[in-house]
């Protein structure tokens, strides 16, 4: 449980898609990625009693796949 006036910071992969993973650096896996929109998921945070206080979206680096990535940070009220 996060006490009142503690902070959340959230990151996340940007988009509406899924990807999904059968090997990941030399292992067999069965995962899928989901990618969120900011937007949702800062609502969804302000829904529950966070204040979002800061957003940031940044381009992947070139040792990245190749996609955006979100970061939120959040405080409860």
Do not use: K
Request: glycine share 6%; proline share 3%.
């Amino acid at each position: 449980m996060l006490r009142p006036s503690g902070l959340l910071l959230l990151s996340f992969h940007i988009g509406e898609e899924v990807r999904h993973l059968d090997e990941w650096w030399g292992h067999d896996v069965d995962v899928d990625f989901r990618f969120l929109a900011p937007s949702h998921i800062a609502g969804l945070l302000e829904e529950a009693g966070f204040e979002v206080t800061m957003r940031m979206e940044r381009a992947s680096y070139a040792t990245e796949v190749d996609t955006r990535r979100a970061y939120l940070l959040a405080r409860r009220t």
